[in-house]
């Protein structure tokens, strides 16, 4: 499973947008990091102690990022 961060959100984490990288933030990071509508929105609020990892390796596409811990 993949998820994706946008640039906007990539320059608030601090990770790269594209290229080879990691991430490990907190889903209530993601969740106040700007608007959502009201499906993510109640997806952030049910989860938002938990922290989401992924990788992503060069030859992947920018912001995309390989789920590896929820």
Not at 7 to 24: A, E, I, M, P
Request: glycine share 4%; hydrophobic share 35%.
């Amino acid at each position: 499973m993949q998820f994706y961060l946008d640039k906007d959100l990539c320059r608030r984490f601090n990770v790269s947008y594209s290229g080879q990288t990691s991430v490990s933030v907190p889903l209530q990071a993601i969740r106040t990091a700007r608007e959502w509508d009201s499906k993510h929105s109640e997806m952030w609020q049910n989860h938002a102690s938990h922290y989401v990892t992924g990788i992503r390796s060069a030859n992947d596409n920018p912001g995309w990022f390989w789920l590896i811990s929820k």
